[in-house]
């Protein structure tokens, strides 16, 4: 008698596992890389971070629908990418957190020095709105551990954002009656 093989689906959970734990990886290697190259601060440096973020979602889809005859519902979709988005903001915000607090201590007076010049060569400011900015910044920035649960927030909402759209069109629901 042959053994049988029988390939389990992958859930929803498991898909959005397995895709956050790899682009959020990608995720670091790519955030390391810009603060590194102190290209932070440049727009199109953080639109990246998204279409990163993105092409995650839709590899796990796809992964999703391969292991599952092809079908994925629209609530699938959306389940996996919000977890997906989690994991990754959770990999993120542990990364940026050792980041700035062990690893490069200065980056936070960098960035709040480099938030300082643009305004002053804007010219729209005054010294003391400047001022005003800076301090409010300066109260912003995540650099507890509470900027950890931020980022986990904040990235499985994204997440759920970018899914509202990306599983109208990578959906594929069973048929009601087979």
């Known amino acids: ?12 959970v498991s898909a959005g596992l397995r895709y956050g734990l790899l682009v959020g990886i990608a995720t670091i290697i790519y955030s390391f890389l810009l603060k590194a190259a102190d290209l932070e601060q440049k727009p199109m440096m953080g639109l990246l971070t998204f279409a990163i973020l993105i092409g995650g979602i839709i590899l796990a889809h796809r992964f999703y629908k391969q292991h599952n005859a092809g079908f994925m519902s629209y609530a699938q979709g959306l389940g996996i990418a919000t977890i ?35 305004l002053e060569a804007d010219g729209n400011m005054s010294e003391e709105q400047i001022e005003q900015a800076i301090q409010w910044t300066e109260k912003l920035m995540p650099t507890g551990p509470l900027s950890i649960v931020w980022a986990i927030v904040a990235t499985a909402f994204f997440g759920f954002l970018l899914s509202l759209i990306i599983s109208a069109f990578t959906k594929h629901t069973r048929p009601e009656f087979e």
């Open 84 to 118: 997906a988005g989690a994991v990754i903001g959770a990999l993120s915000g542990v990364f940026n957190y050792l980041y700035v607090n062990f690893i490069d201590t200065e980056y936070v007076q960098r960035t709040l020095d480099s938030s300082r010049a643009k």
């Open 1 to 12: 008698m042959e053994p049988t093989t029988t390939t389990s689906p992958v859930t929803p």
